[in-house]
């Protein structure tokens, strides 16, 4: 969100994700670039592994600095380690034949985690993409200390927690042709629950997993879930040809979801008070959001406060909202330019009182498709 598993259909629409000539001619110019550097960083014994951005920012797991990650000095990535790994920054996918430098020890589609120390990870374990345009998701906790994602061997989801390395497998069979194109999965910070859903596919229910009881609940068609706390998950709809809505609904099930106007495109997690939901508005242009945010009440849908964005750079192509920073300021991803070949994704945060915007983390993934960092189903 995200993993980006949010609202980047905008960008996929324009053109395919992978194998494109024109994004190989752009990334044989940018490797050519890179290379120069990273012979300067040979020179002083190490390997820099393009791709992505690395400064620790304490405590959020954001990357505020465009730094290159420096692998080892053979630029092998090792496994995932059976226990003992500290809390993740993002997660990303490796693709061998996408435009961009193609990362040392290149796996095809392959999932690959970032600790906020900047140690890099293959997870083999977990299922990233076959040979066609089915990615398979995977989710980060809110603290970056567990990851959710699929396994073929279990034929169905896994929890695991980073530091002790105890795994946990979902209840209920989950079969590949049921993930779809575009997947989401949403993990709670504790790793109790995760929701999933199918979409953009909606033909039939999620799932919300309950992995501590060992039951599950069918998550509507065509919601998308955003967060999971103790008590319920946040759901938003919005596109297809329904109208936008919101709904808090109980892990129990149950709950009425709040119908709104058409105006409303993006949504945030639920913010840290427990009652607002931020969201963005449609531009004038297809597509597109207004210089906006809202705050609105996730249980009757009216509107708490409003705010004009200040400080978002011309040009700033808005992905989606994410999670809360405190709260005062939610997290806002977005794209240098609507370019199908970029591969540039800023987070910014953005105080919905004062409509203030300053930048946090930039990330330099394959395909801004690809990526996904701790919290909501929308990336941070």
């Not at 990535?77 to 435009?99: E, Q």
């Not at 039951?215 to 596109?239: E, K, Q």
């Amino acid at each position: 969100m995200t993993r980006l598993r949010e609202a980047l259909d905008d960008l996929a629409g324009d053109a395919p994700a992978i194998n494109l000539a024109d994004w190989a001619i752009a990334g044989s110019r940018r490797r050519r670039r890179i290379r120069m550097a990273a012979g300067a960083a040979a020179a002083m014994g190490v390997v820099v592994l393009a791709g992505v951005a690395l400064g620790v920012f304490p405590g959020t797991g954001l990357l505020p600095a465009d730094k290159p990650v420096v692998a080892s000095e053979t630029g092998r990535i090792a496994d995932l380690p059976g226990r003992g790994v500290g809390p993740l920054s993002h997660a990303y996918r490796t693709f061998c034949r996408l435009g961009g430098l193609v990362p040392p020890d290149c796996g095809n589609g392959e999932w690959r985690v970032v600790t906020r120390l900047g140690e890099t990870y293959r997870v083999p374990q977990a299922l990233g993409t076959k040979s066609g345009p089915e990615f398979y998701p995977l989710a980060i906790g809110r603290d970056g200390r567990m990851i959710a994602y699929y396994s073929r061997v279990a034929g169905t989801f896994k929890v695991r927690d980073l530091a002790s390395g105890a795994e946990q497998a979902a209840p209920v069979a989950i079969a590949e042709a049921r993930l779809g194109g575009n997947a989401r999965l949403e993990l709670s910070e504790d790793g109790r629950y995760l929701a999933f859903t199918g979409y953009p596919s909606r033909k039939e229910d999620g799932l919300i997993i309950d992995m501590r009881a060992r039951t599950t609940l069918p998550l509507p068609v065509g919601w998308d879930p955003r967060s999971i706390d103790g008590t319920a998950v946040t759901l938003a709809r919005y596109g297809y040809g329904q109208r936008p809505g919101i709904w808090m609904m109980p892990l129990t099930g149950g709950g009425s979801p709040v119908t709104l106007g058409d105006a409303y495109t993006r949504f945030s997690a639920l913010a840290p008070d427990g009652t607002g939901v931020a969201a963005l508005r449609r531009g004038e242009v297809a597509n597109t959001q207004d210089d906006t945010i809202t705050v609105l009440d996730a249980k009757t849908g009216k509107v708490k406060k409003t705010a004009t964005m200040r400080g978002l750079p011309r040009g700033s192509h808005m992905l989606t909202l994410g999670a809360w920073l405190n709260a005062a300021e939610v997290t806002l991803v977005t794209t240098p330019s609507r370019q199908w070949d970029e591969n540039r994704q800023i987070t910014y945060a953005v105080n919905v009182e004062t409509g203030r915007v300053r930048q946090l983390a930039v990330y330099h993934p394959q395909s801004t498709m690809h990526l996904v960092v701790p919290g909501a189903a929308a990336a941070l």
